[in-house]
């Protein structure tokens, strides 16, 4: 059984950055697939960015490709993702998840096995 846990949300203005940490424990984290989805107030969760079990290949959602970063370090059992030139909406709860799942399907959060508690973002305007 993994557990995931999620750090460094918090409260920035637009055009500032943060970056978010997941941290697992309990199972060999360098196997999974890890992904970052993020769920506003009155939305469902949706896919941010992933990232295979070797760091080898990311993928990202549309909105924000070319500011977010993805990345893993399997050393430390930790995945995260950098958030660049942030915008109002971005604002959500986000959520870190691991799994066994191929490329192809990273970005559904079905897929996914072990999930983190969530990290408020909030970006201010």
């Known amino acids: 059984q993994v557990q995931l846990v999620e750090s460094g949300g918090g409260l920035v203005q637009a055009g500032g950055s943060l970056r978010l940490s997941c941290s697992a424990s309990?199972?060999?984290?360098?196997?999974?697939?890890m992904g970052w989805f993020c769920q506003a107030p009155w939305k469902e969760r949706e896919f941010v960015a992933a990232?295979?079990?070797?760091?080898?290949?990311?993928s990202y959602a549309a909105s924000v490709k070319g500011r977010f970063t993805i990345s893993r370090d399997n050393a430390k059992n930790t995945a995260y993702l950098q958030m660049n030139s942030l915008k109002p909406e971005d604002t959500a709860v986000y959520y870190c998840?691991?799994?066994?799942?191929?490329?192809?399907?990273?970005?559904?959060?079905?897929?996914?096995?072990?999930w983190g508690q969530g990290t408020q973002v909030t970006v201010s305007s």
């Open positions: 998840a691991a799994g066994s799942i191929p490329f192809s399907e990273m970005k559904y959060a079905y897929q996914y096995n072990y």
């Open positions: 990232i295979t079990w070797s760091g080898g290949t990311t």
């Open positions: 309990g199972g060999t984290f360098s196997v999974y697939a």
